[in-house]
């Protein structure tokens, strides 16, 4: 009778259980169709080639090869890989979920003392080449932890973001105010840096350009800068802030600072300078940087309790999906990776016709929390008593 008794409790336990997860289920799936998500990991544009995508949530990043044939009972058991705490995007790319045949990317790490974690995807998307490129790297100068992250969409040609990839955080940490005056040395490096690229460019014929929307954090303090229509916003107690506002040439002050200096802003299927570019401030475009410059727009945040996560994407993200709907769908996921790849993902399926970038970083202010309220460490009178 009594065993009788428990079996019947416990299954009206895992009934509550699972009445339980499936409010929680239904509830995920009434946003997701809100916010015309179509579960896009099993769209076949990301199993093209007769692949597929590891499932963000799986503790595994490997690839499973379709329609291989298996020794009879065999079951495929996924590689375990253990990604290094802390690893820049450089080291991090040996463990990405990677598909070279549709140009898909994406990858995760956490800072080494696990205040923050990070999560970035990367999909080609319909156009023919890709020329988004990202960065992130952590360091520790001075006794300092610094965090640097940065999306960088190229047009007319990849190479002005690839330089960018290769050479803005290490020439911003070889500042020698870095860490004094960060923002002048943001301001100074964006400048110098755009130089230093169009000087490798003058033998050649190519004239492309990039964005670049970095974020640097120093300790408590979040440095955001922006070049171009690359976007950068924050989640404050699940309000969505832009950190960023975009370089348009038909934006106010924008097309009077391009026309006192004598270009001009036309309509051409959209405002352009000089009928050509579609952003008044980028990287390279050396034929038309008397107008379209590098001058970053830089915005302070203090890190509290209230900042939940930070989001950096090219305007393949932005041009589909709103700031607010983005916050909900990163709210949605508890992996930095997964949210991004979730980010990338709808904005394909809704029908973005760019190469979409994103990077989530995410605080734990409850690890800052167990740091600050942790016991002292004894002193030697405290052994003596």
Avoid at 81 to 96: I, L, M, N, W
Avoid at 104 to 118: I, Q, T
Wanted: glycine share 8%.
């Amino acid at each position: 009778m009594v065993y009788d008794g428990e079996e019947v409790k416990d299954q009206g336990a895992e009934a509550t259980g699972n009445q339980a997860n499936s409010s929680a289920s239904s509830s995920k799936s009434d946003l997701d169709k809100k916010l015309g998500v179509r579960h896009p990991l099993k769209h076949k544009r990301f199993r093209a080639g007769g692949k597929k995508m590891a499932d963000p949530t799986s503790s595994g990043v490997g690839e499973e090869e379709l329609g291989t044939t298996l020794a009879a009972g065999a079951t495929p058991e996924p590689e375990e890989v253990v990604v290094p705490a802390g690893a820049d995007v450089a080291e991090q790319e040996r463990y990405d979920t990677e598909d070279d045949d549709v140009g898909y990317k994406s990858g995760g790490w956490r800072s080494e003392d696990e205040r923050l974690s990070c999560g970035y995807a990367s999909f080609r998307g319909k156009r023919a080449s890709m020329e988004d490129f990202y960065d992130a790297k952590s360091s520790k100068m001075e006794g300092k932890v610094v965090n640097l992250f940065g999306i960088f969409d190229g047009h007319g040609g990849s190479r002005a973001a690839e330089y960018l990839k290769e050479h803005l955080f290490n020439n911003l940490m070889k500042h020698p105010q870095f860490l004094i005056d960060t923002k002048l040395a943001i301001s100074e490096t964006y400048k110098k840096t755009d130089s230093d690229f169009l000087e490798t460019e003058t033998s050649t014929l190519r004239d492309d350009g990039s964005t670049a929307s970095t974020a640097v954090l120093v300790e408590n303090h979040l440095y955001v800068a922006n070049v171009g229509d690359s976007r950068a916003i924050i989640s404050k107690a699940g309000k969505a802030i832009p950190l960023s506002d975009d370089h348009k040439p038909n934006r106010r002050d924008e097309r009077e600072r391009i026309e006192n200096a004598g270009g001009v802003v036309m309509w051409a299927g959209t405002w352009r300078v000089g009928g050509v570019l579609a952003m008044s401030r980028a990287f390279g475009n050396r034929l038309l940087k008397q107008f379209v410059v590098a001058e970053p727009e830089i915005q302070e945040e203090e890190i509290t309790d209230e900042l939940e996560f930070l989001i950096l994407a090219s305007d393949g993200l932005w041009d589909v999906v709103p700031n607010e709907d983005a916050v909900l769908l990163v709210r949605g996921e508890d992996e930095p990776e997964a949210a991004a790849r979730k980010l990338t993902e709808t904005a394909y399926m809704r029908g973005s016709a760019d190469n979409i970038t994103c990077i989530v970083v995410k605080f734990h202010h409850e690890k800052l929390t167990e740091v600050d309220d942790s016991p002292p460490h004894p002193t030697p009178s405290d052994d003596q008593s």
